[in-house]
């Protein structure tokens, strides 16, 4: 009973170094999305996939890229990560966007750019 | 924008008091709306969600919705310090991108024994 996998759990870089955060859901559910989480600012959208195929910009896309692999994965990607995009990093899905859909969210992982 | 609001705290009620959370929405064509509760260094869970205008019960939670003053609230009775986290409002917003749930940036309670 998984519900939504994210790894790392933690991940420390530098500034400039690239890497992917890996999330996959085995709810057969057709929305995912990414969220960052920092202090005073609650959580904020990133990106999202609607559905299998599809991706849209959240409120802060800038510096992510992201890809919807097959229905049960979506990954987001730092190609130069900077001191700003240290944060927590929430996956979660939910079976559609909108209506009484709730989102089921990952255990998150911790970022630090330095 | 369109946004959810949420007054961020903190809120302390001793036990036994009944706590009151409030959010409100900028969208007038957001329909449902959703409570969280985040542990600190938890991921958010559920509570419940609401998208009919009037009250819903669970437990010791109800959630209140008021779609014309674009207003929900989450009162929670007889709290207990296990209650003592942050609370999420969220909502779905549609945007020029799509629809998406959007969060306020939560309110901590502090819930003292």
């Known amino acids: 009973n998984a519900g939504v996998t994210q790894t790392p759990k933690f991940q420390v870089l530098k500034t400039g170094q690239s890497m992917t955060l890996q999330c996959a859901q085995d709810m057969n559910h057709n929305s995912m999305y990414w969220y960052r989480q920092d202090p005073g600012m609650g959580l904020r959208l990133i990106y999202y996939s609607a559905s299998e195929g599809t991706t849209d910009k959240g409120e802060v896309p800038n510096g992510y890229n992201v890809s919807r692999l097959n229905k049960r994965e979506f990954s987001l990607r730092l190609e130069s990560a900077a001191p700003s995009q240290t944060s927590v990093y929430f996956c979660a899905s939910s079976s559609l966007t909108g209506g009484d859909s709730p989102l089921h969210f990952g255990n998150g992982t911790r970022l630090t750019v330095t | 924008q369109k946004e959810v609001e949420q007054n961020s705290g903190p809120l302390s009620v001793p036990e036994g008091a009944i706590a009151s959370l409030n959010c409100t929405y900028s969208?007038?064509?957001?329909?449902?709306f959703f409570w969280y509760r985040q542990y600190s260094g938890k991921s958010p869970e559920l509570i419940m969600f609401?998208?009919?205008?009037g009250d819903k019960e669970d437990g010791r939670f109800t959630a209140q919705l008021n779609k014309a003053s674009q207003y929900v609230s989450l009162l929670i009775r007889d709290s207990q310090p296990s209650d003592s986290a942050t609370y999420l409002c969220?909502?779905?917003?549609?945007?020029?991108?799509?629809?998406?749930?959007?969060f306020g940036k939560g309110t901590t309670l502090s819930v003292s024994s």
């Open positions: 969220a909502a779905y917003l549609v945007n020029q991108a799509g629809t998406a749930l959007i």
């Open positions: 609401i998208y009919s205008n």
């Open positions: 969208d007038r064509g957001s329909q449902s």
